[in-house]
C-alpha cells in the first residue's frame, strides 16, 4: 500500500488528468441517480423504484425512507472507514502524491456521493403518504423536510472535494484533519444523520411503527455520536493540531447531545445502545489501519456521561432533564474521561488543569443537553403532529449559541511569546520500530536535552515528538532539574522525519522547537539541520504544516475562510429551520 517517497509529492493543488477522473467518476454516479429520478417523476417503473417499494415492503417504512436510509447508511460507513484510514496516513507519510494515489481516499469520495445521491432518491421516491408538513421542489412535487436535510448535507460534503483542490492551490496542502475544506467534507457526511433522525420521524408520522422504527431513534442518536467524534480523531490518534480545550469541549458537548437523544427516544437504556454503535463502529474503522499497520484512534467511551444522563432522566423531564444531565455530564463526565485519558490518550488530560476541564467540560454539556432535548422533542412533535408546552426553542437556541462561543474561544491555536532552546543531541543506537518506512536514508536516532530561556509554568503539554518519516510518535520529556529537560526516548533525525519539542499551554499557545526536518523544494521550506545550538520556539502549525504557501494575499485568506465558514455555518441554520419547520403544526391540538 506504501510507496518510498525519496522526492516529496507535490505540495499544491492535483494534477489536471487527477481532477478529471475525479469529475468522470462523480458522472458514473450521479447521471444515473438523475435518470432514475427523471423517469421516477414521470411515473416510469425502473429497477430503484422496485428496489424501494421492495424495502418499504420489508421494514415497514415509506417508500421515501427505507431505500434512502439504508442507503445513507452504508455511504456515511464507507466515508469514515475512508477517514479513519486516511488521517493516520498523512501523519505516518505526510502528504499525497495526489488524490488519487491515496487508497483511502476512494471510500470517502465514493461515501459522499452516496450521501448525496441518497437525498436525491429520497425527493425522487416522494409520493404519498407523505408527511404534513413538506417541501415544495416544484409544482405538485412536495419532498419531505428530511429528504432536504440530506441532500444539502451531501452537497456539502462532496463539495468539500474540489473546494480542497483550490485551497492547495491557492494556500498549500494543509496536513490536518481541521483543515477548513476537510471540514466541510466530514462536516457534510456525518451531518447526514441529522436529515435522517428527521426522515425516520416523518416516517414515524405517515404510519411507519415496529421494533425496526423504534430501534432506529436510540441507533442513529448513535450514529451521530460514532460521526460527531470524528472531529476528534487528532485527538485520538495523539498528533492534535488544536489546544487541548477544543477536545474537552467536544467531548462534553458531542457526549451530551447524543446521549440525550438516545434515553429520550428509546427510554431506559438508551444511552448503553448509543455507546454501543459509537464503540462498535470504532472497532469495524480499525480493521484497515490494523492491517496496514498504522496507529489506530482510540475514544474515550462517554460511560460516566452515560450515567448520569441514564439516572437524571429517572427523575426530570424536558429542560430541567437537560440542565441537570449537562450538569452531571460536565462534572462527574469529564472527571470520568479524564481519569480513563491516562491510561487511553496518547495525550493525557494533565491533572492541573481539572478545574478548567470541568468548567469548559460543563458550560459545553449543558449547551449540548440542550441541543438534544431541543431536536429530540422536534422529533417527537413531527411523528405525533402535536407541539409540546411551553419554550419550544429558546433552550435550544441558548445551547447552539453557546456552543458556538465555546468553540470559538477555544479552538484557536495562539503564536508563542518569544522562548528559546539550548539543544544538545547525544546519538542513540536505535529508538522505536518504524512501522512504514518512507526513506533509503540511513537512520540516525538522537536524544534531546533542552534548557529553556525561562521556565514553563504548568504546560499542558512539553513532550518529544516526530511525524511523517513512516511513522509517528511523542516521547514524554524528563526535568532534569534547573530549567534543563531530556526526551526519555531518542527521536529520528533522518530522512523524511519532522522531530522537534511540541509545547502547548493553558492560554491555548501551541508552540514547538524544531530540531529535525529534511528540505521539501515543492513546499519552498529549507532543511533544518540536527545538531547542537540555541533555536526557538515557532508556532506550531509553520512546522507541522510546512507546505503552507506564506506569500498568499492576506486578503484571499480572509475570502476564503469567509466563503467556508458561511457554508458551514449555512448547513447548521437550515438543519435548525427544517426540524422547525417539520414541527410546525397548523390546524392541530397542542399537547398537553
Known sequence: MHVLAHEAPPAGGAEFTQVLIAAAMAAAVFVPVLLFVVAERAGRPNPVGRLADRAADRTGLPRWAALPMGLAGLSGFSA??????????????????????NPSHFPIYFGLMGILASGLISAALARDPLPTRTFRVYKDWRVPMGSVQMTATGLVGVAGFPLDDVWHRLFGQDVTEWGPTHILMIGGGVGVVLGLQLLLAEARQVGAHGRLVRLLGPVLAGAWLMGAS????????????????????????????????????????????VLGVLLGSRLLFSAIPAVADLHLAVPLPYLAEAVVVEAAALFLTRWRFALVAGIGAGTVGMLG??????TLMPNPWPSHQL?????????????????????????????????????????????????????????????????????????????????????????????????????????????????????????????????????????????????????????????????????DPAANAAAIEARDGARAFMAEIDFLQRERKSDTPAVLWTVAYLVVGLIFAGMWVLFAWLYAGAARVRGLHRAV
Open 80 to 101: 469514515l472507514v475512508g477517514v479513519y484510514w486516511d488521517v493516520p496516513i498523512h501523519m505516518e507519510l505526510g502528504r499525497d502524491e495526489g488524490p488519487l494515489a
Open 230 to 273: 470524528t472531529f476528534l480523531m487528532e485527538f485520538d490518534l495523539g498528533v492534535p493540531q488544536f489546544p487541548m480545550l477544543a477536545q474537552v469541549v467536544l467531548v462534553g458537548l458531542i457526549g451530551a447531545w447524543t446521549l440525550t437523544m438516545g434515553r429520550l427516544s428509546w427510554g431506559p437504556g438508551g444511552t448503553l445502545i
Open 337 to 342: 474521561e479524564a481519569a480513563l485519558s491516562q
Open 355 to 519: 478545574v478548567t476541564y470541568v468548567v469548559y467540560g460543563t458550560a459545553a454539556a449543558v449547551a449540548g443537553a440542550l441541543i438534544g432535548v431541543w431536536q429530540q422533542e422536534r422529533v417527537d412533535e413531527v411523528a405525533a403532529r402535536a407541539e409540546s408546552t411551553g419554550p419550544r426553542h429558546l433552550p435550544g437556541l441558548l445551547g447552539a449559541l453557546a456552543a458556538v462561543g465555546l468553540m470559538a474561544s477555544v479552538a484557536v491555536p495562539q503564536d508563542p511569546a518569544p522562548l528559546s532552546g539550548d539543544v544538545r543531541l547525544t546519538e542513540a543506537m536505535a529508538g522505536f520500530e518504524v512501522s512504514n518506512p518512507n526513506s533509503d536514508a540511513a537512520p540516525r536516532w538522537a536524544h534531546a536535552t533542552i534548557r529553556l530561556d525561562r521556565p514553563v509554568e504548568n504546560p499542558v503539554w512539553l513532550n518529544g515528538f516526530a511525524w511523517q518519516g513512516g511513522d509517528f510518535a511523542t516521547t514524554p520529556l524528563e526535568d532534569v532539574g534547573d530549567g534543563v529537560y531530556r526526551t526519555a526516548q531518542p527521536l529520528p533525525v533522518y530522512g523524511q522525519w519532522k522531530s522537534g519539542v511540541r509545547l502547548h499551554t493553558p492560554d491555548g499557545v501551541m508552540a514547538i522547537l524544531p530540531i529535525y526536518a529534511p528540505a
